[in-house]
């Protein structure tokens, strides 16, 4: 989901006078279509046109458990894995579901090997000319399998990416190569215990904790150089492409000539971004800025807002200390006059990792959900205001705009109603879809339901991120994570009115990751705003092969 992620949520459009390489431009590059890792109604027009993309070359070859035959023969490495070892062999109770590698690296979910530049085959339909680029989606896949509890989300970021050109395509899969991936390539074995899944009864933290530490004192990795997985999204500003994940800083990305990727690094902006940032960043098309966020699990301010200008140089932080609480903050929205975040009732309490309690995020039922606004511009907190919003608890954003000559804002975004299972059991997850209003004069919010089935991961056309929006692009949870199929949504409809007037179901067996709205004309004012083609890719888990659908918009 957007990490798959869960993801998560889908990023932007590149300008057209951008690269995502972090050289100087010299020459005007081919469109870069961009989306995050993820993870009925109508049927679309018969003539919509589609298209599949399938690799000729044999699917990439799915991982097998990986021995440490590159680990240091010393004692104290050997001592370290010992222990590992019999954690995961004899200590670790019952898995649930939710944390049971043999169900959650399954089927369309299974992890697969780095697979280099390789010629697909355009099996059904013609690409449109206007597909001129790459698209290129980030998402989890271990280096290697565990044996222990593992979470959908905990895997190596890989970035998969389909370079179009003329009406050819060329697949090419890499892992992000970060500081943690290199780190235990060279070591043989992983080093570094997962937030989401490692942290389960008393003694696996404490083991887990303790051998963490043992392995920073002795020497074996240093988490100032990053922890990161950097598996969640990705996003294109200031001239340089990024995968990003919200525990670490962002790692730049060059897409090669040929269709290959190459890490370039860690990326701290020279200096001015610290620890982290979230993994959903919000380009205005118009001025180019680019906004962000990071929450901070333990220490205040557990909330910090920040932008980057249009070449991409960091602005100061501004720290939102009116959060009290630790909250699971992983999307946002803006609009032109404000940036916009809620405190919802999933929150992050590190004294479970302490406790051995159970898994750090976990869900508050007593707490009042709320929604936040600060000016875009801010230099503090100062115009920070909060509005009370009962039972509301996104976890992504999908557009906000302003409205009434800036006296109201407007939100769409999933809400999920089902918080308590949100990472635990995200079969039982549903997220609604709701157009929240907010009244900056009376501080009224009034919220509409826009589909009652189970939505999420929702994109736009990325030329209206902080305008007014009629159309939107969600996945459909069958149950979550998995997604059956893509509708479209008209925002713009009454309470009392149907708002689905599309859909795109995948077919039994066949599953999807988020989609991606393409304009056919992205410079065009003109153009209307669904004049385009959606794009997911799709795993056939009856036949183990995966496709790259183009649908008309």
Request: proline share 8%; glycine share 8%; net charge negative.
């Amino acid at each position: 989901m957007d990490a798959l992620s869960s993801t998560f949520i889908p990023k932007s459009l590149a300008p057209s006078n951008a690269t995502a390489i972090s050289t100087p431009i010299v020459s005007q590059p081919p469109q870069l279509y961009i989306f995050s890792v993820g993870i009925q109604g109508k049927q679309l027009n018969s003539s919509a046109t589609t298209s599949k993309l399938s690799n000729t070359a044999s699917p990439a070859t799915p991982l097998s458990p990986l021995k440490n035959i590159m680990a240091p023969s010393t004692a104290i490495t050997l001592i370290f894995n010992a222990v590992r070892d019999t954690l995961e062999n004899f200590i670790y109770p019952d898995l649930s579901p939710s944390l049971d590698p043999r169900l959650v690296l399954a089927g369309n979910f299974s992890p697969v090997d780095e697979l280099p530049p390789t010629e697909c085959e355009v099996i059904q339909g013609t690409l449109p000319p206007c597909l001129d680029g790459a698209y290129i989606r980030n998402g989890p896949n271990p280096r290697y399998l565990p044996r222990g509890p593992y979470h959908l989300f905990d895997g190596d970021g890989m970035v998969h990416c389909v370079r179009v050109s003329k009406g050819r395509a060329t697949l090419c899969s890499r892992y992000v190569k970060t500081y943690k991936y290199n780190a235990e390539r060279e070591a043989g074995f992983p080093i570094v215990p997962s937030f989401l899944s490692s942290f389960n009864g008393l003694t696996s933290s404490a083991t887990h904790f303790t051998l963490y530490a043992a392995r920073i004192l002795t020497g074996q990795y240093n988490p100032a150089k990053g922890i990161g997985l950097a598996n969640t999204s990705l996003a294109l500003f200031g001239n340089r492409l990024y995968a990003l994940g919200e525990s670490d800083l962002p790692y730049a990305l060059r897409l090669t000539s040929n269709g290959d990727i190459e890490t370039l690094g860690r990326h701290d902006f020279d200096g001015k971004l610290f620890r982290s940032m979230t993994a959903h960043p919000k380009l205005d098309p118009d001025t180019g800025e680019t906004f962000a966020f990071r929450y901070d699990p333990i220490f205040r301010p557990f909330l910090t807002y920040f932008y980057f200008d249009p070449n991409g140089i960091k602005q100061p932080d501004v720290p939102i200390f009116s959060m009290v609480t630790p909250s699971f903050v992983h999307d946002f929205a803006i609009t032109k006059n404000y940036a916009i975040f809620a405190d919802i009732q999933i929150g992050i309490n590190p004294m479970k990792i302490i406790l051995g309690s159970g898994s750090p995020v976990s869900s508050d039922l007593t707490k009042v959900p709320r929604i936040g606004i600060i000016r875009r511009y801010s230099k503090d907190e100062s115009e920070m205001k909060w509005f009370d919003a009962p039972g509301f608890n996104p976890i992504h954003v999908i557009n906000a705009w302003d409205e009434d000559g800036g006296n109201a804002i407007v939100m769409v975004a999933p809400n999920i109603l089902s918080v308590e299972h949100t990472l635990e059991r995200m079969d039982l997850v549903h997220a609604l879809v709701e157009k929240v209003r907010l009244d900056l004069k009376t501080r009224l919010v009034t919220r509409q339901p826009i589909s009652t089935r189970n939505l999420d991961f929702a994109v736009i056309n990325p030329a209206y991120v902080a305008n007014k929006t009629k159309y939107v692009y969600a996945a459909v949870g069958d149950p979550m994570p998995k997604i059956s199929g893509v509708v479209k949504l008209d925002v713009s409809k009454g309470e009392l009115e149907e708002c689905t007037v599309g859909s795109r179901m995948y077919g039994a067996g066949c599953y999807g990751g988020e989609p991606f709205f393409v304009a056919k004309e992205p410079g065009n004012p003109e153009a209307a705003e669904d004049d385009g083609y959606v794009l997911p890719f799709v795993h056939n888990e009856n036949t183990e092969e995966s496709s790259l659908l183009v649908m008309d918009a």
